[in-house]
């Protein structure tokens, strides 16, 4: 029965409404319905199955076979190597608007891979004729949907009296409503801002608090500078940008971390063990095996390589362009002369008898000094460029030089001979060492090779090759068992001395970042590294996925989709690449240029992607399809970067032809052409309102601009360095860019700085900021990324 007062379905033979407790006796009792109503979708289901092909008043949707939902349906044209599998979406209801209100539908699922028909508006015309094969919506019933289904409850024992109009109830409704409005122009005006940073895990970074803007995590070991061996085989040491690594040689465990967040660039351990460390600040003297403190020699003086007689008893230390000797006293080294004050030189090392020292210059001399005296015993010319590197024999007879005019050489010093040399077909001498019983020499090979050469015979015993990069040192532990190697980025391998077995990688170590893209609520952080690494890191600092490509795949400009799930990225092989944030593996990719893809950007509503290539050319895409919707031609030289303003309508775009161009997003019609730049450009940004377009690069000025009407609003001088990137705070009140190791502030009125963020150790390589505008992440030479917000 319907209850006449509060509409309730009551069971047919009650007397009283289980909600209101009316009178039921004038009610009528409601029929059933739900049985004939799906008898009658079933069959129609059944009369029209869904088929692949549709007539003209259909709207045809694709539905793959993946269960994985993806962006995009078509697989890409023409694929660089092999097929790709295409992603698919999953099986899913037709959209709610489609389908006319309160009715209810059958739906029938297509099979896997088929083309089925989603109603247009016509296809509810009763009137008309449907073609075979073809699944049509029910005809709209005349009957109201159910109420839910209602689960029965005592009856009440009394008949409740019917309720009266309370004009007090719609009083204090209209109070509420109006102070509903009242916050939500409070929200959007006032709270918006620091609610959503809340939520987001922090507070927005804004003009008004850079003062608490702190550095939450440092990911990444840095860069390895040097390494050397412990005389017992026991350790290996590190030197990197960010401290020294102490390693068990045989477990490659770290047992210590010394001078954190401290550029280390040579470490050496003694005959008795003990370990020196060079820096900006001196030289750090540790004990053997617990590695504690003893002194600081030369404190507050810059220092470079350092060098060790076999003995331990004499020290040469780099210092730019004097070599200082010191002499073992006590438990520590005094200082004993100068030698070299103001002469010419690029590589030193001291002789393992102590009564030498020989350096090689930027042109090629290699030249020989007397410890004790500081007198100049020979010169000889080796090279005809930089001698990078060079090594004693043992018995301190020999000289082993690597240059840059592409080749090694030895020379027997009594006579000035010269006993050996190899000139590479495609590389520079970056290192030279002898064996322990010299009668062999390592140097580097061609591209990522180390090279075993015997002394005896003059020929190459064996070649170990790894990777794709030069070595630029290399170090024989003392058992001659290992061999430790760095490469031009820092990275350290070990090998088996004897097999030229890989024994292990410490991939860790790192100078360089080819990319940098941060998610839009700031919990993950890609990036593409000097090992060339694909790397997604959360905001702990732990890996998520890490992942090796092709060059044709790397991710070189990379970005986040709206919703931080899909990494959309450009390559250097110009193809626009597809992955899966939140474990790498690929979704899909298209051919987007000939060349290499500086930078992508996606629209605001997520429609579009356009990349800018070294084909001079800027290419706006459908984001979904992958169609070409046009190329932006005017540029005269590589583009380098690329922007959408907020509001979608116009792009951005600048690079090595120092100009910067906008151009409108509906009809790729170019609209200005901004001239003030004295070098390349490498980002361009618009602010959070798109009222301001600003522009960065190799001539250190930040140029601000009005997008609309192409005019330049201010010219401001951001330092020397060049500039890579450039980013706005949410409130639209200050900029961003990096001036070397720092990150820079800057009021966006009046051009002034508000803050300087300091921590990394060597110039930085690029930052981004949030979308929710909570954290800004900087990648830099010193070989970590680091995570900054407000505390």
Same mark, same amino acid.
């Given at each position: 029965?319907?209850?006449?007062?509060?509409?309730?379905?009551?069971?047919? =033979?009650?007397?009283?409404?289980?909600?209101?407790?009316?009178?039921?006796?004038?009610?009528? $009792?409601?029929?059933?319905?739900?049985?004939?109503?799906?008898?009658?979708?079933?069959? /129609?289901?059944?009369?029209?199955?869904?088929?692949?092909?549709?007539?003209?008043?259909? #709207?045809?949707? %694709?539905?793959?076979?993946?269960? #994985? $939902?993806?962006?995009?349906?078509?697989?890409?044209? =023409?694929?660089?190597?092999?097929? @790709?599998?295409?992603?698919?979406?999953?099986?899913?209801?037709?959209?709610?608007?489609?389908?006319?209100?309160?009715?209810?539908?059958?739906?029938?699922?297509?099979? #896997?891979?088929?083309?089925?028909?989603?109603?247009?508006?016509?296809?509810?015309?009763?009137?008309?004729?449907?073609?075979?094969?073809?699944?049509?919506?029910?005809? $709209?019933?005349?009957?109201?949907?159910?109420? $839910?289904?209602?689960?029965?409850?005592?009856?009440?024992?009394?008949?409740?009296?019917?309720?009266?109009?309370?004009?007090?109830?719609?009083?204090?409704?209209?109070?509420?409503?109006? @102070?509903?409005?009242?916050?939500?122009?409070?929200?959007?005006?006032?709270?918006?801002?620091?609610?959503?940073?809340?939520?987001?895990?922090?507070?927005?970074?804004?003009?008004?608090?850079?003062?608490?803007?702190?550095?939450?995590?440092?990911?990444?070991?840095?860069?390895?500078?040097?390494?050397?061996?412990?005389?017992?085989?026991?350790?290996?040491?590190?030197?990197?940008?960010? !401290?020294?690594?102490?390693?068990?040689?045989?477990?490659?465990?770290?047992?210590?971390?010394?001078?954190?967040?401290?550029?280390?660039?040579?470490?050496?351990?003694?005959?008795?063990?003990?370990?020196?460390?060079?820096?900006?600040?001196?030289?750090?003297?540790?004990?053997?095996?617990?590695?504690?403190?003893?002194?600081?020699?030369?404190? *507050?003086?810059?220092?470079?390589?350092?060098?060790?007689?076999?003995?331990?008893?004499?020290?040469?230390?780099?210092?730019?362009?004097?070599?200082?000797?010191?002499?073992?006293? !006590? /438990?520590?080294?005094?200082?004993?002369?100068?030698?070299?004050?103001?002469?010419?030189? %690029?590589?030193?090392?001291?002789?393992?008898?102590?009564?030498?020292?020989?350096?090689?210059?930027?042109?090629?001399?290699?030249?020989?000094?007397?410890?004790?005296?500081?007198?100049?015993?020979?010169?000889?010319?080796?090279?005809?460029?930089?001698?990078?590197?060079?090594?004693?024999?043992?018995? +301190?007879?020999?000289?082993?030089?690597?240059?840059?005019?592409?080749?090694?050489?030895?020379?027997?010093?009594?006579?000035?001979?010269?006993?050996?040399?190899?000139?590479? #077909? *495609?590389?520079?001498?970056?290192?030279?060492?002898?064996?322990? *019983?010299?009668?062999?020499?390592?140097?580097?090979?061609?591209? +990522?090779?180390?090279?075993?050469?015997?002394?005896?015979?003059?020929?190459?015993?064996?070649?170990?090759?790894?990777?794709?990069?030069?070595?630029?040192?290399?170090?024989?532990?003392?058992?001659?068992?290992?061999?430790?190697?760095?490469?031009?980025?820092?990275?350290?391998?070990?090998?088996?001395?004897?097999?030229?077995?890989?024994?292990?990688?410490? =991939?860790?170590?790192?100078?360089?970042?080819?990319?940098?893209?941060?998610?839009?609520? !700031?919990?993950?952080?890609?990036? @593409?590294?000097?090992?060339?690494?694909?790397?997604?890191?959360?905001?702990?600092?732990?890996?998520?996925? +890490?992942?090796?490509?092709?060059?044709?795949?790397?991710?070189?400009?990379?970005?986040?989709?709206?919703?931080?799930?899909?990494?959309?990225?450009?390559?250097?092989?110009?193809?626009?690449?597809?992955?899966?944030?939140?474990?790498?593996?690929?979704?899909? %990719?298209?051919?987007?240029?000939? =060349?290499?893809?500086?930078?992508?950007?996606?629209?605001?509503?997520?429609?579009?992607?356009?990349?800018?290539?070294?084909?001079?050319?800027?290419?706006?895409?459908?984001?979904?399809?992958?169609?070409?919707?046009?190329?932006?031609?005017?540029?005269?030289?590589?583009?380098?970067?690329?922007?959408? +303003?907020?509001?979608?309508?116009?792009?951005?775009?600048?690079?090595?032809?120092?100009?910067?161009?906008?151009?409108?997003?509906?009809?790729?019609?170019?609209?200005?052409?901004?001239?003030?730049?004295?070098?390349?450009?490498?980002?361009?940004?618009?602010?959070?309102?798109?009222?301001?377009?600003?522009?960065?690069? !190799?001539?250190?000025?930040?140029?601000?601009?009005?997008?609309?009407?192409?005019?330049?609003?201010?010219?401001?001088?951001?330092?020397?360095?060049?500039?890579?990137?450039?980013?706005?705070?949410?409130?639209?009140?200050?900029?961003?860019?990096?001036?070397?190791?720092?990150?820079?502030?800057?009021?966006?009125?009046?051009?002034?700085?508000?803050?300087?963020?300091?921590?990394?150790?060597?110039?930085?390589?690029?930052?981004?900021?949030?979308?929710?505008?909570?954290?800004?992440?900087?990648?830099?030479?010193?070989?970590?990324?680091?995570?900054?917000?407000?505390?």
């Amino acid at each position: 029965m319907i209850c006449p007062n509060c509409n309730t379905n009551n069971e047919p =033979d009650s007397k009283f409404c289980m909600i209101c407790g009316s009178k039921l006796e004038e009610s009528v $009792p409601v029929q059933p319905f739900a049985d004939e109503s799906s008898d009658r979708q079933t069959e /129609q289901a059944q009369e029209f199955p869904a088929q692949s092909a549709a007539p003209e008043d259909f #709207e045809v949707a %694709y539905i793959p076979t993946s269960p #994985e $939902p993806v962006l995009y349906s078509p697989p890409p044209a =023409d694929p660089p190597q092999g097929e @790709l599998s295409q992603a698919a979406s999953p099986q899913t209801m037709p959209p709610a608007a489609q389908l006319p209100l309160g009715e209810f539908v059958t739906y029938v699922p297509p099979r #896997e891979g088929e083309f089925v028909s989603v109603p247009s508006p016509a296809a509810f015309d009763t009137g008309q004729t449907v073609p075979p094969g073809f699944q049509q919506a029910p005809i $709209p019933p005349t009957y109201q949907a159910p109420p $839910p289904a209602y689960q029965p409850q005592p009856y009440p024992a009394y008949q409740a009296p019917p309720k009266k109009k309370k004009t007090a109830l719609w009083i204090a409704l209209g109070v509420l409503g109006g @102070l509903l409005v009242l916050c939500l122009v409070l929200y959007f005006a006032f709270l918006r801002p620091y609610i959503k940073g809340a939520l987001s895990g922090g507070d927005m970074i804004t003009a008004e608090n850079l003062q608490k803007i702190e550095q939450i995590k440092r990911i990444g070991e840095g860069k390895g500078m040097s390494a050397s061996y412990s005389p017992d085989a026991r350790y290996f040491a590190v030197a990197t940008t960010i !401290g020294i690594d102490v390693f068990d040689a045989s477990t490659r465990e770290k047992e210590q971390h010394l001078l954190d967040d401290q550029i280390v660039i040579d470490v050496a351990f003694a005959p008795n063990g003990e370990l020196l460390a060079s820096t900006y600040d001196g030289i750090y003297h540790y004990t053997a095996d617990s590695f504690k403190l003893i002194s600081m020699i030369e404190q *507050d003086d810059l220092t470079y390589k350092m060098t060790l007689s076999n003995d331990g008893n004499v020290l040469a230390t780099d210092n730019y362009d004097v070599v200082t000797i010191y002499k073992k006293s !006590g /438990q520590s080294y005094a200082y004993s002369r100068e030698i070299i004050n103001g002469e010419d030189y %690029y590589s030193m090392g001291i002789s393992p008898d102590g009564t030498k020292l020989a350096t090689g210059n930027s042109e090629g001399v290699l030249k020989i000094w007397d410890i004790n005296t500081g007198g100049l015993l020979d010169s000889i010319a080796a090279h005809a460029d930089f001698i990078n590197q060079l090594a004693w024999s043992p018995d +301190s007879s020999l000289i082993a030089t690597a240059s840059d005019d592409g080749s090694v050489a030895i020379h027997y010093i009594a006579t000035r001979e010269e006993i050996f040399r190899y000139s590479f #077909e *495609d590389a520079e001498g970056t290192a030279v060492v002898f064996s322990e *019983d010299g009668t062999k020499l390592l140097t580097n090979g061609e591209q +990522s090779e180390i090279v075993v050469w015997d002394l005896v015979t003059a020929t190459r015993m064996n070649t170990f090759a790894w990777g794709d990069i030069f070595y630029r040192q290399l170090e024989i532990n003392p058992t001659n068992t290992n061999l430790v190697a760095l490469n031009k980025y820092g990275q350290t391998t070990l090998w088996d001395y004897y097999t030229g077995t890989q024994i292990d990688t410490l =991939d860790e170590y790192n100078s360089t970042y080819f990319s940098l893209a941060i998610s839009p609520d !700031g919990s993950k952080y890609f990036y @593409l590294d000097g090992n060339e690494l694909s790397v997604m890191a959360d905001e702990t600092g732990k890996i998520v996925w +890490s992942r090796v490509d092709e060059a044709f795949d790397q991710m070189l400009a990379p970005a986040f989709s709206k919703d931080g799930s899909v990494l959309v990225g450009g390559t250097y092989h110009g193809y626009v690449n597809f992955l899966n944030a939140n474990n790498g593996t690929e979704i899909n %990719y298209f051919d987007a240029h000939d =060349d290499w893809i500086r930078e992508i950007a996606i629209s605001p509503d997520e429609s579009k992607i356009a990349t800018a290539s070294d084909d001079k050319t800027v290419k706006v895409w459908n984001y979904n399809t992958y169609e070409l919707l046009y190329t932006l031609e005017g540029h005269t030289d590589y583009v380098r970067t690329v922007a959408f +303003s907020p509001d979608g309508q116009l792009i951005a775009s600048a690079g090595d032809d120092q100009t910067v161009r906008i151009w409108d997003v509906n009809t790729g019609i170019i609209l200005h052409v901004l001239e003030g730049h004295e070098d390349w450009i490498f980002t361009v940004a618009f602010s959070p309102d798109g009222k301001i377009l600003g522009s960065t690069g !190799g001539d250190g000025y930040v140029l601000l601009w009005d997008p609309y009407s192409g005019e330049q609003i201010r010219k401001v001088d951001a330092g020397t360095h060049t500039k890579y990137s450039l980013g706005f705070t949410n409130d639209g009140k200050a900029f961003f860019v990096e001036e070397g190791m720092d990150i820079q502030f800057y009021d966006i009125e009046n051009g002034s700085m508000l803050m300087t963020l300091t921590g990394h150790t060597d110039n930085i390589i690029r930052a981004r900021m949030s979308a929710d505008g909570t954290t800004l992440v900087s990648t830099s030479f010193d070989g970590t990324v680091r995570v900054w917000r407000v505390k």
